[in-house]
């Protein structure tokens, strides 16, 4: 069983990536999904979340308005799209899903964690 992110990469500030993050092994339709960061030197962070069916999703304050998590369970994947990027972004960022169907942003809830992609916004 494995969560695989990936999309990462480096973008100017402004920009826009999107993150995916596909499950093989078995399927996760009926887990709440999230995403996590870790910067340099920090600790993990909530970033975005959302319920098994693609509703509620719920974000960080920091990435409101600028990041729209969804998901496909058809493809078993979820999706981080991160638009007006700042350098404060640039972190590994990590799926998860939850022990249960709603998203969470305590990551005390998430089971299953992927290996992590790479975003570096430069200035």
């Known amino acids: 069983v494995q969560l695989q992110a990936s999309g990462g990469g480096l973008v100017q500030a402004g920009g826009s990536l999107r993150l995916s993050c596909a499950a093989s092994?078995?399927?996760?339709?009926?887990?709440?999904m999230g995403w996590f960061r870790q910067a340099p030197g920090k600790e993990r962070e909530f970033v975005a979340t959302?319920?098994?069916?693609?509703?509620?999703?719920y974000y960080a304050p920091s990435v409101k308005g600028r990041f729209t998590i969804s998901r496909d369970n058809a493809k078993n994947t979820v999706y981080l799209q991160m638009h007006s990027l700042k350098t404060e972004d640039t972190a590994v960022y990590y799926c998860?899903?939850?022990?249960?169907?709603?998203?969470?942003?305590?990551?005390?809830?998430?089971?299953?964690w992927g290996q992590g992609t790479l975003v570096t916004v430069s200035s």
């Open positions: 998860a899903a939850s022990r249960y169907a709603s998203g969470s942003s305590q990551a005390e809830r998430y089971a299953k």
């Open positions: 092994g078995r399927t996760f339709s009926n887990n709440g």
């Open positions: 959302i319920n098994w069916n693609g509703g509620n999703p």
